[in-house]
């Protein structure tokens, strides 16, 4: 409680217990709450009076660690939460980072389709069109819709059909889109692309989804 009350709180007074530091466990040692936060101006525990509000409370920090002290089972279920919490961190920063590294690699890709399918005498409607089709090749390789036909289905989701991909598909979508302005350059037409980009799509699914099926078996054997 004391190294609690040193990281979160600037008024805390520690000096003023230093007194009882050494008394715990004698016959005569005894200290109550309200005495503790009087002693070091404490915020983190705290009594209310009352008949029917009253009570002892703690910040959850304090409380957990309590709790954990008064049972095994609800210490381990704070260490599998922690780790459970750490996974699930990692996954979503892995999934940010790979999010990022699709939009770096769509630029690539919009480079190739300026440069090669918009002539420059189209307005912008026509040459916003020229991108959506050619972003809607990638959806289609990939996830089997268009971003319409996503959200057409989907019509209470905020974002786009990208927005919803798992990290397997985010790379595998960040590889699209690099081999469609490879081929955009070597003026493949958009119906033979397709196939290819969807070739591709099903090849590298098959091959992240073999590997993740044995991450998942190692951890499994590990713990």
């Given amino acids: ?30 200290i109550s709450t309200k005495k503790w936060v009087e002693l070091t101006n404490a915020v983190g525990i705290k009594v209310k009076s009352g008949r029917f509000q009253g009570g002892t409370f703690a910040h959850r920090d304090i409380a957990l660690e309590f709790a954990s002290r ?5 210490k381990l279920y704070i260490i599998k939460e922690f780790q459970r919490l750490k996974i699930q961190e990692t996954e979503q920063l892995e999934w940010q980072g790979k999010r990022l590294f699709t939009k770096l690699n769509y630029l690539i890709h919009t480079e190739a389709v300026k440069e090669c399918l918009v002539p420059t005498n189209l307005s912008n409607a026509q ?38 991909a798992n990290t397997i598909e985010l790379a595998i979508l960040s590889n699209l889109e690099f081999l469609n302005s490879k081929l955009i350059y070597s003026q493949i037409e958009q119906a033979k692309r397709i196939v290819i980009l969807n070739k591709e799509a099903n090849r590298e699914k098959e091959l992240f989804n073999k590997n993740s099926i044995k991450k998942i078996e190692r951890l499994k054997m590990n713990n």
Avoid: C, H, Q
């Avoid at 008064?70 to 609800?74: D, L, N, Y």
């Avoid at 050619?134 to 209470?156: C, H, I, M, Q, R």
């Fill in 1 to 30: 409680m004391t190294l609690w009350e040193e990281l979160n709180n600037e008024k805390f007074k520690p000096t003023d217990f230093e007194g009882f530091r050494s008394k715990p466990g004698e016959n005569a040692f005894t």
């Fill in 70 to 74: 008064i049972s095994a089972e609800i």
């Fill in 127 to 164: 040459k916003n069109m020229a991108y959506a089709s050619e972003a809607d090749l990638l959806n289609v390789a990939l996830f089997g819709k268009t971003a319409s036909e996503w959200k057409n289905a989907n019509p209470n989701l905020d974002g786009n059909i990208r927005d919803y």
